[in-house]
């Protein structure tokens, strides 16, 4: 569980906007999103495709594209403010103290070089030059991460493994530094479900035995359910509503959290034979001026003074969510009832 | 992959056997090689038992298929004109030649690699552009043209460089430049192409998230994969260059085998030009095959090692 | 979840406005992608200058405007273009060759041979090379084997040097040139010809079109060709400027359009002897080579990139 011991405090960010000129002027795909991770704690940021998830994890790495431009109110990472930092210094923060973890591991690895040469260089670009310390790491996280004759497969090519085996690889690697923070952005998103299982379950337990922070991305309530012990549903580049996950899933306030969780069948809670829920309507266009709660257009709940809605109401627990509605009302607020 | 390369090697041979066909029938539809070889001096009875001596009047194709069966055996006849066995023609000469065009090819990839990966690195920069330009110049480019001009200008004019013969290696080097340049273009837009593609693959943005510094991540990991199709499109073109001296080499009076090809060419000496034209040809059909295994070797995908 | 997504390299995805979903006429579209490529647009106005240059030479020459490229005037040859400081006759802008001909109008009357050999080979090697790519294409199978084998034999063939054999076997003329050059260069032709074939072979309206029973024959010309008229395009222009190039080469060893025809390679041949005194006796014919070329180039690019984006 998380520990609030502020030395523990992995990650912690503030306001962090992300904003891209584009031909029809500035778009906004992160619009201030503030959160933290510590040792050992799992946070989900979850939303639909174009929310800005992908785009903050990247921003976190320092990956975005030249174009982006990234600001924030605090960046700190290990208690140092990185907001600033050079390519080079971000550079020397990647792989070993930060790691990213990607969704396509069909495409991932470079298909010229062995599976032991892409895990050993990073450990000798940081660590140390030692070919056999490298090899001898690498060994022990491919044995970690449940891949068997493990000394073999260093030899061979991405190419001769199936994406399962692909993505322990991909989780092997990102550990073979020994991170404090690992990024998996949609890690199980492009695999069989039956791995995908496999994949959160091994990622949540490198991250106890490890003690790492986590941030994981998925736009997958289900997974988010299982391993997250923070939630921070996005939406339009904003958060709508975080938590610690209990919370969050016991009691969603936010019309948007309330009618994701529609989707999907949880067991144990949605009947058999009940309709499944959808969330009519498109992500807004985010370019130019924005104000107010970005999810009217498509909120069943909406009214007035949702254009004009600036402040997010927090509840004590930790528990957060931008909403005109009051709590009592929120809870109460079914999809079911309008649709 | 044992089958493949001898079925490539089967069509090979075949195809030289069609090229040589075709040039030996176009060659006898020219002079009359019994008056070349008699010379200018020669009486009709001479040039009768000229003809009956060596076949000439036998028809076309009994005359191929003897050449043909006398050539795989490596005996490629005597010039009619300088009365010398041919592979010993050739062989003094194919020496430069090929020196030309591996110079050559080499300044092509010393020029178009770098600049290609440039250019793809900041695309639509003003580097970009002023690559792209540079390859629809060179495109346009009379090489020809361009050797005269380099030889007015860094031979007559400037004096820097002689512009004349084969014995030092000086000698090479506006040859290699008008020769070599030609290839420029093509190699630089396929490195260009290959480069803005793979710099956007996911094993590219793998990298940087290792950590790795900005040349490893150009170098090791985006370089070795665009590099595949270059060096096959680079094996193709240096059988271009090879094929494609004749005219450098005349002009530059650097006697490799298309020099002399011009000067057989001339003198009618058709045993000469026979034999140079199956030369190029096998260059060709070696080059390719090259090419493709080049291909099959670099990227592991392909072949089961 | 529908919405209008594009995506760039890092997985970026941003949306597209309303306006740009709404789109103007192709008509204007068509024109704007015109103007606003350059090189296109270069490429086209030197073409249009040439071919002008090339069709109205008869009637400058009628107009007294040019003189006679033919016309040997042998009390007044090697004079020097009008840059120069001695020797220069106002009569002959750009100097007189060895025969004492006027090189400007050379020059100018170069263009046409330069253009008819372009045009000619290019038809004709566009005609052969057409002819068996799509019989390779449409029909596969042994057919596609043998045609293959017959491109392959082409491409090995060291073109230049053939080419000049053929030169001594049948006499050097401008027509024995544009024969040979058009039956060598019909490589590309069939290569392109061959593969888009193919990929139209497949494609759901010629399978329909073969349900309902259409003739081999018209279902390669009705429905295939139309389809296909782009990229031919393009390679036409490649093969065109190939053509040029070549000729040239082949006259200026002597092997080519012989004299006293006013050929471009030609004119750097005979230049060649005065290349230590008269730079400009092979600076002048070879620029014009090069722009020629250039812009037949550049068109072609133009070409390929205003018609492509026409057909998403």
């Known amino acids: 569980m998380s520990d609030m011991a502020s030395d523990d405090v992995i990650l912690d960010v503030e306001k962090l906007k992300i904003d891209i000129p584009v031909s029809a002027g500035i778009l906004h795909p992160v619009r201030g999103i503030s959160f933290s991770v510590s040792r050992g704690e799992t946070l989900a940021i979850v939303g639909e495709s174009g929310c800005g998830k992908s785009l903050t994890s990247l921003s976190l790495m320092g990956l975005l594209p030249k174009t982006a431009r990234r600001t924030a109110d605090r960046l700190n990472f290990l208690g140092e403010d990185i907001r600033d930092f050079s390519e080079r210094q971000m550079s020397s923060l990647r792989g070993v103290n930060m790691s990213m973890i990607f969704q396509e591991p069909m495409t991932s690895l470079n298909p010229a070089y062995t599976i032991g040469n892409q895990l050993e260089e990073v450990y000798r670009r940081h660590v140390s030059r030692n070919r056999a310390e490298a090899r001898d790491r690498a060994v022990f996280l491919l044995e970690k991460v449940g891949i068997t004759s493990a000394r073999n497969r260093l030899k061979q090519y991405p190419h001769q493994l199936s994406g399962g085996l692909r993505q322990r690889v991909m989780i092997a690697m990102a550990l073979m530094c020994g991170p404090d923070l690992i990024i998996a952005d949609e890690p199980t998103t492009a695999l069989d479900v039956t791995i995908q299982a496999q994949i959160l379950h091994l990622l949540a337990e490198l991250q106890d035995e490890f003690r790492m922070g986590m941030i994981l991305i998925t736009h997958d309530l289900g997974i988010v359910a299982r391993v997250a012990d923070k939630v921070q549903v996005m939406y339009a580049g904003s958060t709508v509503e975080e938590g610690p996950s209990e919370v969050v899933f016991g009691r969603p306030l936010h019309p948007y959290t309330r009618g994701l969780l529609r989707c999907i069948p949880i067991p144990g809670k949605t009947e058999r034979g009940a309709k499944l829920g959808s969330v009519p309507g498109i992500v807004p266009n985010l370019v130019g001026d924005l104000s107010g709660c970005m999810f009217r257009n498509r909120c069943a709940f909406a009214r007035a003074e949702c254009a004009g809605l600036s402040e997010a109401r927090a509840l004590g627990d930790g528990h957060v969510y931008s909403c005109v509605m009051e709590p009592d009302e929120a809870a109460a607020a079914d999809w079911e009832d309008v649709a | 992959m044992l089958a493949y390369t001898l079925k490539r090697t089967v069509v090979a041979f075949l195809i030289l056997v069609v090229v040589s066909a075709l040039t030996f029938s176009l060659s006898h539809l020219s002079a009359d090689p019994a008056l070349t070889i008699g010379g200018e001096q020669a009486s009709d009875e001479d040039i009768e038992a000229i003809r009956k001596l060596y076949g000439f009047d036998r028809p076309v194709y009994e005359q191929y298929f003897s050449w043909l069966g006398r050539a795989l055996a490596g005996d490629f006849g005597e010039s009619y004109h300088y009365k010398q066995p041919v592979v010993e023609m050739i062989s003094e000469r194919i020496g430069r030649t090929m020196l030309l065009g591996t110079l050559a090819i080499l300044f092509a990839l010393i020029v178009s690699i770098p600049l290609g990966t440039l250019a793809a690195m900041r695309p639509n920069s003003l580097l970009d552009r002023f690559a792209l330009l540079i390859a629809v110049f060179g495109q346009a480019l009379p090489t020809f043209w361009f050797a005269l001009m380099m030889i007015i200008v860094l031979g007559v004019w400037w004096r820097w460089l002689p512009i004349s013969g084969h014995d030092q290696w000086l000698n090479y080097v506006m040859p290699t430049i008008a020769l070599g340049y030609y290839a420029t273009p093509a190699l630089m837009r396929l490195t260009r192409a290959g480069m803005i593609e793979v710099l956007g693959s996911d094993y590219i943005r793998t990298a940087r998230a290792k950590g790795l510094p900005p040349f490893v991540v150009l170098f090791k990991h985006a370089l070795r994969n665009a590099i595949i199709p270059v060096v096959a499109l680079a094996a193709v073109w240096f059988g271009f260059m090879l094929g494609g001296s004749i005219v450098i080499e005349t002009i530059f009076n650097l006697k490799g085998i298309g020099w002399l090809s011009y000067d057989a060419l001339l003198r009618s000496d058709l045993p000469v030009v026979q034999a140079i034209v199956l030369i190029f040809a096998s260059f060709y059909v070696v080059l390719t095959l090259a090419a493709d295994l080049l291909n099959a070797y670099l990227d592991p995908r392909i072949s089961v090692r | ?312």
Not at chain 3, 138 to 159: C, E, H, K, Q, S
Not at chain 3, 220 to 242: D, G, H, K, Q, Y
């Open chain 3, 1 to 312: 979840m529908t919405d209008t997504t594009t995506s760039s390299p890092l997985g970026l995805r941003t949306q597209q406005t309303a306006e740009e979903i709404l789109e103007p006429s192709p008509f204007s579209k068509l024109r704007k992608r015109i103007f606003k490529n350059y090189s296109f647009l270069f490429g086209a106005v030197v073409l249009i200058f040439i071919i002008a240059m090339a069709l109205l030479a008869p009637v400058f020459e009628a107009l007294g405007w040019i003189h006679d490229p033919y016309d040997q005037e042998l009390a007044r040859r090697l004079q020097n273009p009008f840059w120069h400081e001695k020797k220069v006759d106002e009569a002959h802008l750009l100097g007189t060759d060895k025969v004492g001909r006027d090189y400007l109008s050379r020059l100018i009357y170069g263009s046409q041979i330069s253009l008819l050999i372009g045009f000619s080979t290019m038809l004709i090697s566009g005609f052969i090379g057409t002819v068996l790519g799509v019989t390779a294409g449409y029909f596969g199978g042994r057919v596609d084997m043998v045609v293959n084998f017959i491109i392959n034999t082409r491409l090995a063939m060291p073109v230049f040097l053939v080419a000049m054999a053929a030169v001594v076997a049948f006499g050097a003329s401008l027509t024995v040139v544009i024969l040979v050059l058009g039956l060598f260069l019909w490589d590309r032709f069939a290569v392109v010809m061959r593969s888009i074939t193919q990929q139209a072979r497949d494609l759901d309206y010629v399978k329909a079109a073969r349900a309902l029973g259409c003739s081999t024959p018209h279902i390669i010309v009705r429905e295939i060709f139309p389809n296909v008229l782009s990229s031919l395009t393009v390679v036409a222009t490649v093969e065109m400027a190939n053509a040029i190039l070549l000729e040239a080469a082949l006259s200026f060893l002597g092997f080519g359009v012989q004299a006293p025809t006013p050929s471009w390679g030609l004119m750097l041949n005979e230049g060649r002897e005065y290349m230590f005194f008269s730079a400009w006796m092979l600076a002048l014919p070879g620029a014009c080579l090069f722009m020629l070329v250039l812009a037949i180039n550049m068109f072609g690019d133009g070409l390929r990139d205003v018609t492509l984006e026409r057909e998403r």
